[in-house]
């Protein structure tokens, strides 16, 4: 097994960009049509921008950390760079009120998006590609993941809980933003540098596999699903996370207009599930080491789909327990299919490169987090188009009884749907610790 030291390394570096990301998906929007005095549609036309952007830029890093070679390794300087960019960014996005009166508001905010866009590519993409190199045994890996996973609860906590009482704290309105921007920010900077730190002496697998020139951006798209294994990986990723985007679009909707209850509670459900979430890690990888990564899923998403299918039945003045529950369920399971997708990452990279005799850890990476950000850029996008066919009008008080079902729906139906789906595709899903040996032997 790996040390400790850079088992908690590696993980605790995802928090950098999950405390962004929390951070930018719950306040961000609002901050800018609050205190930016921003229409909301342009709002979300530029944040829609930057994320096209970002999800574009991804297999471009990935090929460029596969070109790279420093006496700090591969990838670790990016995620020296990464954490700068991304720290300094968000900031940035989250003072933008400053400039509220420039008559180029939109093209500085517009240029604030990109900049943090451009700092989550740097930084996500070679972490992403680093387990593989990291270690090569399959037990392991699984192992390893879990730190992250641990770092995305965490990072969920502090993004969706700490966030709005940082900002409450600080005197709420543009000046509790900047207060709770720099806090963030500074945790940001501390798990970025000290992953970059505790790696430095991780035991990097050496390998004697080619580098190959895949060409341009497409080719290298084209490439990557060549990968039977890694294209069936594409297609867990995003219909399962399709599904958890419009889940988390709903619940807003679900609290205030169906529960008749504040963001407070939203925010006491978050503190549940990502707590659960957190302390279920080291279950979770005795789980999957024990009945294997597909049992292991599909277990995981028993949990979820059915604490995404309770809420159908949640009504006005729902109580405590019942967030609890729901809580622990979701926490539970999701914390599940996080372990096992992101372990699944690293194996195929490991199939890719045992089958093939290359290095293109990096390019993996690349697409894999394209079809990451595609998938939360479309959830949102399904949710709206669903709403919008229902009628729902934000100054109405009291929603049409069509707009509640569509609520319901893609609170507890279109998610678990889009999980059985992603469950089909993890039965077909043909890589396990056996696969990986009997090609290890084949070499």
């Known amino acids: ?14 928090l950098t960009v999950s405390l962004m990301f929390q951070a930018n998906g719950l306040l961000l929007l609002v901050y800018l049509t609050d205190y930016v005095n921003m229409q909301a549609a342009t709002a979300g036309l530029l944040i829609g921008l930057s994320k096209i952007y970002d999800a574009l830029t991804d297999p471009v890093m990935g090929r460029i950390t596969d070109r790279t070679n420093t006496r700090w390794g591969k990838r670790r300087p990016y995620v020296f ?17 400053l400039f509220s009166e420039s008559e180029n508001i939109i093209l500085i905010t517009l240029f604030a998006l990109i900049l943090n866009a451009t700092g989550y590519t740097i930084f996500n993409v070679p972490y992403l590609a680093m387990p593989s190199e990291i270690t090569d045994d399959y037990d392991a890996r699984t192992d390893l993941m879990s730190y992250r996973v641990m770092a995305v609860a965490a990072g969920q906590l502090g993004g969706s809980a700490l966030g709005p009482a940082l900002v409450v704290y600080f005197g709420s ?9 720099m806090s963030l920010a500074l945790i940001m900077v501390m798990a970025g540098f000290a992953c970059f ?3 430095k002496d991780a035991p990097f697998v050496k390998t004697t596999a080619e580098r190959k020139d895949e060409g ?16 069936i990986l594409l297609g867990i990723k995003i219909t399962q996370l399709t599904g958890f985007a419009v889940f988390l679009g709903s619940l807003p909707y679900l609290f205030t207009r169906i529960m008749d209850l504040s963001y407070n509670y939203l925010g006491f459900y978050f503190l549940i599930q990502g707590s659960v979430m957190f302390i279920s890690q080291p279950l979770w990888v005795k789980i999957v080491n024990s009945i294997g990564k597909k049992n292991g899923y599909y277990l995981a998403s028993l949990s979820w ?12 003045g729902e109580s405590d327990l019942g967030i609890i529950l729901r809580g622990c369920f979701l926490g539970f399971g999701a914390g599940g299919l996080l372990l096992v997708g992101q372990s699944m990452l690293p194996d195929t990279m490991q199939y890719d490169k045992k089958t093939t005799g290359q290095n293109r850890e990096g390019i993996l990476a690349g697409v894999y987090t394209t079809v990451e950000k595609l998938s939360f850029a479309i959830g949102p996008s399904i949710l709206g188009i669903m709403l919008g066919m229902v009628g729902y009008d ?38 396990d610790q056996k696969t990986l040996k009997e090609e290890e032997e084949y070499e």
């Open 1 to 14: 097994m790996l040390p400790f030291k850079t088992k908690f390394g590696w993980g605790i570096g995802t």
């Open 81 to 97: 760079i990464g954490t700068l960019l991304c720290a300094l960014s968000f900031l940035f996005l989250f003072n933008l009120a």
């Open 173 to 181: 309105g543009a000046t509790g933003h900047t207060g709770m921007s």
């Open 197 to 199: 730190w505790m790696t």
């Open 216 to 231: 341009s951006f497409f080719k290298q798209f084209k490439t990557a699903f060549r990968v039977k294994p890694f294209a």
């Open 305 to 316: 789909g059915l604490g995404a299918l309770s809420w159908i039945l949640a009504s006005s």
């Open 394 to 431: 934000a100054l109405l008080t009291s929603q049409s009884d069509t707009v509640i079902k569509m609520v319901y729906f893609a609170a507890g139906g279109f998610p678990v749907i889009a999980l059985m789906v992603s469950c089909f595709f993890i039965m077909i899903y043909n890589i």
